[in-house]
């Protein structure tokens, strides 16, 4: 969808109407931006009447480009950037020094990267036990 009718438009004002069409863009669900203005759903924890335009693009460009908002819930009830926080801090205790962990979306899941140094990755495959092979 790529229009927004005229009284939706006027009781949201140009730039909110603007941001809430990007924002229905931009999610996978069948919503309109007169559906938002109507049932003023939550959104990240805000009322839609409450958030600002700027709020709303924000939450737009961060769906489209995969990434979380920081306040979007994932597994446990916490946010994708919260857990990418914790692996984050898991791998650098087990020794990956530097590592990276950000939380995007890939193919509608959220997943978990880890992004660490070829040196720190070169020490780390150093300390791995090799596996004996079984015999068949």
């Keep these: 969808m790529s229009t927004i009718d005229r009284k939706t438009a006027i009781e949201l004002g140009v730039e909110k109407a603007y941001a809430a069409l990007r924002y229905t863009e931009a999610t996978p669900e069948a919503d309109t931006p007169e559906g938002l203005a ?22 737009a460009n961060a769906l489209r480009a995969g990434t979380p908002p920081e ?22 205790r087990a020794g990956a020094k530097g590592a990276k962990a950000t939380a995007r979306r890939r193919g509608g899941a959220w997943i978990v990267a880890i992004e660490i140094g070829l040196d720190t990755a070169t020490a780390l495959a150093a300390t791995e036990r090799p596996r004996r092979r079984r015999r068949r």
């Design 38 to 59: 109507a049932l003023d759903p939550k959104i990240g924890g805000t009322r839609f009447s409450e958030m600002t335009a700027t709020e709303t693009l924000r939450r």
């Design 71 to 92: 306040d979007a819930p994932g597994e446990r009830g916490a946010s994708p950037a919260a857990i990418a926080k914790l692996v984050e801090r898991w791998a650098r």
